[in-house]
T-cell receptor, first 114, second 109 residues
Framework: DVKVTQSSRYLVKRTGEKVFLECVQD?????MFWYRQDPGLGLRLIYF???????EKGDIPEGYSVSREKKERFSLILESASTNQTSMYLC?????????????FGPGTRLTVL | GQNIDQPTEMTATEGAIVQINCTYQ??????LFWYQQHAGEAPTFLSY??LDGLEEKGRFSSFLSRSKGYSYLLLKELQMKDSASYLC??????????WGAGTKLIIKP
């Protein structure tokens, strides 16, 4: 079974803090994604990566950055957290073998910024 | 542009059948996914359709009509554990997923 893990299930941070969210997958997938999920808005893509050291902006990259130094690990960074970044953050991975392969999600991190 | 619409919430009775609709507008199409998401958990894959017609998988079936920009997820013999949100997602011309806001399904005894 594909396993995608995220470093924290719940996180509380203060405005202005630097926040790291880490995601690890164990299936040697090429593609990894970071989404945020807010009520009534669905999943919105923040950043994705097709390979190590490669990153692409999604639909809402402002206020975020990412790092992919190793194939299995994809980190999301909030340089200076703000209250409007309070959300559920979901990481996903997908094999690059077929464009229609399904995405496998981690359990999510519910971030609250005070 | 691209747009996906699905109802916000639906209610059904245990043992019954429910159909969750998804309509979309897109300039490029490479398939449509349905995912299930229980409260507080990650989405999990249910189905993928790229050709017109019905795909059956146990109690769940998914239908696609590309000419109408329409899909539905059919759940039969509803069980309480089917209470969840159901997410429709479109795979666009760049092979990126565009997500609907999800339909919260409430099952009553």
């Amino acid at each position: 079974d594909v396993k995608v893990t995220q470093s924290s299930r719940y996180l509380v941070k203060r405005t202005g803090e630097k926040v790291f969210l880490e995601c690890v997958q164990d299936m040697d997938h090429e593609n990894m994604f970071w989404y945020r999920q807010d009520p009534g808005l669905g999943l919105r893509l923040i950043y994705f990566s097709y390979d190590v050291k490669m990153k692409e902006k999604g639909d809402i990259p402002e206020g975020y950055s990412v790092s992919r130094e190793k194939k299995e690990r994809f980190s999301l960074i909030l340089e200076s957290a703000s209250t409007n970044q309070t959300s559920m953050y979901l990481c996903a991975s997908r094999s690059g073998g077929g464009e229609t392969d399904t995405q496998y999600f981690g359990p999510g991190t519910r971030l609250t910024v005070l | 542009g691209q747009n996906i619409d699905q109802p916000t919430e639906m209610t059904a009775t245990e043992g019954a059948i429910v159909q969750i609709n998804c309509t979309y507008q897109t300039s490029g199409f490479n398939g449509l996914f349905w995912y299930q998401q229980h409260a507080g958990e990650a989405p999990t894959f249910l189905s993928y359709n790229v050709l017109d017609g019905l795909e059956e998988k146990g109690r769940f079936s998914s239908f696609l009509s590309r000419s109408k920009g329409y899909s539905y997820l059919l759940l039969k013999e509803l069980q309480m554990k089917d209470s969840a949100s159901y997410l429709c997602a479109l795979l666009d011309s760049n092979y990126q997923l565009i997500w609907g806001a999800g339909t919260k399904l409430i099952i009553k005894p």
